[in-house]
Each structure stands twice: as C-alpha cells, then as structure tokens.
C-alpha cells in the first residue's frame, strides 16, 4: 500500500511448465485505487502436449514509481494447482469453447498487506493451443 492509502494494482501472469517459467505477461497498471477493473486478455499458445504439465501463476502486485514493486498476493491456476486453482482449470478442460469464471482468494505475500483481495480469473481455451484470460480485479472485506 502507498501513503496514500491506495495502490497501483497490475496482474502479472506467468506460464509455467513443470516448475519453469516460460513466458510472463501483465496487465495494464490502475492508478491509484483498491477496486481496480482490467476486461483485459492474455493469451498464451501451447503446444497441446504440455497442457497437463501447466500452470498459470498470478501475482498481483503494486507498481511503485520508486523502488522495487510490491507484491500484494498471489494464486495459482493449473493442473499442479491446489482445490480451487486445479477444479478451474479442469473445469475449462472440459469446456474448451466456453469462456469459465471463478473467484479466487489471493494468498498474502505481505504481512501488512493493503486489503484482502479477491481475483475473477476467466480462462478460455481457444482451439486446442490458445488459452485466454481475462482480468477482473476487484476487493472484497
Ligand atoms: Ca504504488
């Protein structure tokens, strides 16, 4: 969290194969708000015979004009994935053509961290080798 009380919220996404990460993309960074919004996508292509060994870790972090950004929390999405994180990505397994929304509690990195945060995560898979996601950021108490 800044002095200001708020934050810049971005999501950082990265795609990672049986422990290694092999691409990183992020979303666009809010200004200076604790209910950020993205409607953004990001797409991943995979070669479909890696699609059991993927995960998709997501950090939302805090853009800082100084100094190191800070992480707020984190989740993941994938086969390898815990409960939730591993029911999503199933869930889009078998739905290959409709676009699956869920949720997702942020674990905290910080101890101090600026607010409990939620995540919606829409994941897609497009084709056999596309995956898309979309962001929707949003706080809950
Ligand atoms: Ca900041």
């Known amino acids: 969290m800044d002095i200001t009380g708020a934050s810049d919220p971005y999501v950082k996404v990265s795609l990672m194969c049986e422990g290694r990460r092999l691409k990183k993309r992020k979303t666009s960074t809010k200004r200076n708000t604790l209910n950020p919004v993205y409607n953004e996508a990001i797409v991943f292509d995979v070669p ?43 869930e889009m397994l078998s739905y290959p053509r409709k676009p699956i929304a869920h949720w997702h509690p942020l674990a905290e990195v910080r101890l101090f961290s600026c607010f409990p945060v939620t995540l919606i995560i829409k994941i897609f898979l497009y084709g056999i080798t596309n995956w898309m996601k979309f962001y929707k950021q949003n706080t809950k108490s």
């Open 48 to 90: 479909p015979e890696n699609i059991d060994q993927i995960n998709l870790s997501i950090a939302v972090m805090d853009y800082d004009r100084v100094g190191h950004n800070e992480v707020i929390g984190v989740c993941q999405v994938g086969n390898d994935a815990e409960s939730l994180g591993r029911d999503h990505w199933n």
